[in-house]
């Protein structure tokens, strides 16, 4: 029997995304509820706010939720989500998905004790970029000149783009840094790579481009070029590889933390979780469309090879 809907707790799910593009996501949000006691419903309400790859929005959204008493807040989607929730309230605990160093961000102390109210899961661990950037140059090693697409409007663009030079240098590479934040500038990023002498691309970690990862798979076909990215859905969608932590066990462990939160533990006391296993996923049939043969070092250590 379900309790009564005014006694259950309510989590308010704050995203840039879209609900259609968060399927599986919102999905293994609710298994990390379920595996602590909680399923939407019946002893627990989620009420979401999506900006649709508006960030502008996030801010009027956080506080919506605010507004209307959730008992936690969770904040996904990249960093400009995570900072609107935090600018939101002080007191409303937070649990958060983040795709950037939260505490070079400012939103928590350490990663150990977050203090204050928030804590929750990254993706991003210190060497991510370079390892990624370093597959793509085994992939792709004729590729002398990189694209590095960056969404200017993520706080941590900046950061990846000195991480991704400085790996660069390091394998002798050029980096052409382009920015990108609405779908003409996308468009318009893939356009410049035959002028820039880009032989691939390199996809930063945005929520944005996330939510478009089709259109960016499908420009990628279009120009014939090399793509990396961090989450395997846009490998799953058509795209060449990816070298990065399981999204749907980010998620999942959020859901943890936020059952654990309305069990009565403490922000405070949770530290910020870190990725301990990191995927190589490979698509064999892109690679062939690119004449790409991919070396066998690689297809021993990739975690899946989609055929």
């Not at 939510?211 to 490998?235: G, K, M």
Request: charged content about 20%.
């Amino acid at each position: 029997m379900n309790v009564d809907a005014r006694s259950q707790p309510l989590v308010g799910f704050l995203s840039i995304g879209s609900a259609a593009r968060w399927t599986s996501l919102v999905a293994a949000f609710r298994g990390g509820l379920n595996e602590v006691g909680y399923r939407d419903g019946e002893n627990v309400r989620i009420e979401f706010r999506w900006a649709e790859g508006r960030d502008d929005r996030l801010p009027t959204l956080a506080a919506d939720l605010v507004r209307n008493r959730v008992d936690l807040l969770v904040a996904t989607g990249g960093p400009r989500s995570v900072l609107a929730a935090k600018a939101a309230t002080s007191k409303t605990p937070i649990v958060f998905t983040l795709g950037a160093d939260p505490v070079k961000l400012g939103v928590v102390a350490t990663l150990g004790r977050p203090g204050a109210n928030i804590t929750g899961v990254t993706f991003i661990t210190g060497q991510l970029n370079a390892k990624r950037l370093e597959l793509l140059h085994t992939l792709v090693p004729g590729a002398v000149g990189i694209a590095l697409l960056v969404n200017p409007d993520n706080p941590n663009s900046e950061s990846v783009s000195k991480e991704v030079r400085d790996a660069a240098a390091s394998l002798g590479l050029r980096v052409h840094v382009l920015r990108a934040r609405t779908d003409l500038e996308i468009d318009n990023s893939f356009a410049a790579l035959a002028g820039l002498q880009a032989g691939a691309i390199f996809v930063g970690s945005d929520g944005f481009f996330y939510n478009r990862r089709d259109r960016l798979v499908s420009l990628a076909t279009r120009h014939a070029v090399p793509a990396s990215f961090e989450l395997r859905e846009f490998v799953t969608a058509g795209g060449l590889m990816s070298y990065g932590a399981s999204l749907e066990e980010i998620y999942r462990q959020a859901g943890i933390y936020t059952g654990k939160i309305l069990d009565g533990a403490r922000p405070s006391d949770l530290p910020v979780l870190q990725p301990t296993k990191l995927e190589l996923v490979l698509n064999a049939n892109t690679a062939k469309a690119l004449s790409l043969a991919i070396p066998q070092s690689l297809l021993l250590r990739a975690e899946e090879v989609i055929q």
